[in-house]
C-alpha cells in the first residue's frame, strides 16, 4: 500500500512519517541516499503497522539547508519560517546570525530573532548588539523561556517554524514550554528507534496548541554555505541591495576593486563592516 504521509522526525538513516490520519511509521530510504529532511511529504510504501519505506519526495516549497567543501547537511524541508534563537549567555556567534538571515533569503522565508534570557543584565549589551538587524527589518522578540512564553506565540501561528541556534541558548526549554509534551515523546521514538544504534541527534515536527508548526533542529555551531550562488549573494543582503550595478566593474567582489559601491557605502557609515567582511567570506567559499 502507497500513501503521502510528511516526515516529522529525522534519526540519521530511519525516519518517522506521518499520515494525515495520524498513523505513524517508521520509514527508511529505498536507496542509499537519505536527501530527506523533517517536513518534506513524501510518498511512502506501508510494509506492516510499524515499517514503510520511503518511494519519493514531493516538490518543495522550500529547503534550509547549510553545507561545506565535503558535505551537505539539510535542516527543514517546507518551513515558512527560520527563527534563530540567541542569548547574552553563553554569548552568541554574530556570524552565525548572519548566515542564516542569508539562508532565509536566499530560501525565500521569513527570519525571526528570538533573544532569549531577556531577564540577564547582560541582555541590554545583546539588545545593542542586535539593534542593527531590527533596523534591517527583521523582526526581533525577546523573552524569558523560562518566565514566560507569551511573547513569542503571536510570531508561530500560521506558520511553520524551525527553530535553530547554538547550543546553550535556551532552545531546548523553548520547545519544551511551547510543546510540554516534547520530551516524552522524543525519548518514546528513540526508545523505539534503539537509540544506541542511531544518531541521537535529530530535527523533530511538533504541532502548537494556539496554531502553527515548529520544527527543533539540533544546536549547530556553524552555517556554511557553500552552495550558494556566487551570482546571487550580493541580493541575499537587503541593505545591499540599493547599490546593485553600482560598482565601475560589473563582475565586483566588493573586496579591493577600484570602485566599488559597497566598500564606498561602508566609508559613509551607511552599512556594517561585519556584514561586508562576511559577503566577501562567502565569495571565498564559493569559489574555493
Same mark, same amino acid.
Given at each position: ?5 510528511r516526515?516529522?522526525q529525522?534519526h ?7 499520515h494525515?490520519?495520524?498513523r ?6 529505498r536507496?542509499?541516499?537519505t536527501?530527506f529532511a ?7 510504501g506501508?510494509i506492516?503497522?510499524?515499517?514503510a519505506v520511503?518511494?519519493?519526495v514531493?516538490?518543495?516549497a ?6 561545506d ?10 518551513v515558512s519560517?527560520?527563527a534563530?534563537?540567541?542569548?547574552a549567555?553563553?554569548?552568541f556567534?554574530e556570524e ?13 522565508i ?14 541590554e ?23 514566560s512564553?507569551?511573547p ?12 535553530? $541556534?547554538?547550543? $546553550?541558548?535556551?532552545k531546548?526549554?523553548?520547545v519544551?514550554?511551547l ?11 528513540s526508545e523505539?528507534?534503539d537509540s $544506541?544504534?542511531?544518531?541521537?541527534t ?7 496548541a494556539?496554531?502553527?508548526e515548529?520544527?527543533?533542529s ?60 562576511l559577503?566577501?567570506k562567502?565569495?571565498g567559499?564559493?569559489?574555493?
Open positions: 500500500m502507497k500513501l503521502e504521509a516526515i516529522v529525522s540519521g538513516k530511519a525516519f518517522i512519517v506521518e494525515e490520519d495520524g505513524r511509521w517508521i520509514a527508511s530510504a536507496r542509499k541516499k536527501d523533517v517536513g518534506d511529504r513524501v510518498e511512502v506501508v506492516n503497522a510499524e515499517q520511503i518511494e519519493a514531493r516538490p518543495r522550500s529547503l534550509l539547508y547549510r553545507s567543501a565535503f558535505r551537505e547537511k539539510l535542516i527543514a524541508a517546507n519560517q527560520i534563530v534563537v540567541l542569548a549567555v553563553p554569548s556567534y552565525l546570525l548572519s548566515r542564516c538571515l542569508v539562508a532565509a533569503e536566499d530560501a525565500g521569513k527570519a525571526l530573532i528570538v533573544l532569549n534570557k531577556a531577564d540577564l543584565p547582560e541582555t549589551a545583546a539588545r545593542a548588539q542586535l539593534a542593527p538587524y531590527r533596523a534591517l527589518g527583521y523582526p526581533m522578540v525577546e523573552l524569558s523561556a523560562k518566565q512564553i507569551e513569542l506565540k503571536p510570531y508561530l501561528v500560521g506558520e511553520l517554524t524551525v527553530f535553530v $541556534g547554538q547550543s $546553550g541558548m535556551g531546548s526549554t523553548l519544551n514550554a510543546v510540554p509534551e516534547a520530551s516524552a515523546r522524543t525519548g518514546e521514538i523505539a528507534l $544506541g544504534r542511531h544518531t541521537t535529530h530535527a523533530t515536527l511538533y504541532r502548537l494556539g496554531g502553527g515548529l520544527i527543533d539540533p544546536g549547530l555551531q556553524e552555517f556554511g554555505l557553500r552552495h550558494l550562488d556566487p551570482q546571487r549573494l550580493t541580493e541575499l543582503f537587503p541593505e545591499f541591495r540599493p547599490f546593485i550595478g553600482d560598482c565601475r566593474f560589473a563582475n565586483c567582489r566588493h573586496d579591493r576593486e577600484p570602485g566599488c559601491a559597497l566598500s564606498e557605502a561602508l566609508g559613509r557609515g551607511e552599512i556594517l563592516a561585519q556584514r561586508l567582511q559577503l566577501r562567502l565569495h567559499e564559493a569559489s574555493a
